[in-house]
């Protein structure tokens, strides 16, 4: 997976803090389900580009 973006960080400490309508495993569920399709998107874009991981 890719590493924490400024972006995600925010949004996550604020979810965390201000305690939405969502449980804390989904925060973390959504956040590590967004990290792993980032992960696929980045390598799927230079696997057909013919760049070699």
Do not use: C, K, V
């Amino acid at each position: 997976m890719i590493a924490y973006t400024l972006p995600e960080i925010r949004r996550l400490f604020a979810y965390l803090i201000l305690r939405h309508a969502h449980p804390d495993e989904h925060i973390w569920s959504w956040s590590n389900w967004r990290r792993r399709r980032q992960h696929q998107a980045r390598t799927s874009h230079y696997r057909r580009r013919g760049h070699l991981p």
